[in-house]
Nanobody
Framework: QVQLVESGGGSVQAGGSLRLSCAAS????????MGWFRQAPGKEREGVAT????????FYADSVKGRFTISQDYAKNTVWLQMNSLKPEDTAMYYC???????????????????????WGQGTQVTVSS
C-alpha cells in the first residue's frame, strides 16, 4: 500500500534550520507530484512547496520562497524540505503528499492545493520559538 513517512521535525529557535524528509513507497514515484503542506492550529492546510518528480520542476509559496528548498533523491523515492531562517509563523504540522500518476510537460509545476493530492503522510511537527 502507499506509504509516505515523514521525519525530521522538531523544535528550533527563530533563525534556525530543519530538514524534513519523506520516504515514499507503494506507488510509481516517477511521474508524480510530491508536495509539502503545513497546517497550524485553527488554520487551513496550505501548500508550501512542490516538485514534479520527472522533471524536478519546483514551486514555492511566497511565504517560504528564498528560505525553503524542496529536493529529491529519485533513486531512493525520497523528498526533502530544507527549511532555513525559520520564523515563529512557520510553526505547524508539516505533511508530505503525493499524486500519481501525473503527466506534465517538462516545465509545468505541480499545484500546491490540497485537492491535487491523493496520498498523505501522518505529518511531522515543526515548532519555531522566538
Amino acid at each position: 500500500q502507499v506509504q509516505l513517512v515523514e521525519s525530521g521535525g522538531g523544535s528550533v529557535q527563530a533563525g534556525g534550520s530543519l530538514r524534513l524528509s519523506c520516504a515514499a513507497s507503494g506507488f510509481t514515484y516517477s511521474e508524480s507530484c510530491m508536495g509539502w503542506f503545513r497546517q497550524a492550529p485553527g488554520k487551513e492546510r496550505e501548500g508550501v512547496a512542490t516538485i514534479y518528480t520527472t522533471s524536478g520542476a519546483t514551486f514555492y509559496a511566497d511565504s517560504v520562497k528564498g528560505r525553503f528548498t524542496i529536493s529529491q533523491d529519485y533513486a531512493k523515492n525520497t523528498v526533502w524540505l530544507q527549511m532555513n531562517s525559520l520564523k515563529p509563523e512557520d510553526t505547524a504540522m508539516y505533511y508530505c503528499a503525493a499524486d500519481s500518476p501525473v503527466f506534465y510537460r517538462p516545465r509545468t509545476v505541480c499545484p500546491a492545493v490540497r485537492s491535487g493530492y491523493n496520498y498523505w503522510g501522518q505529518g511531522t511537527q515543526v515548532t519555531v520559538s522566538s
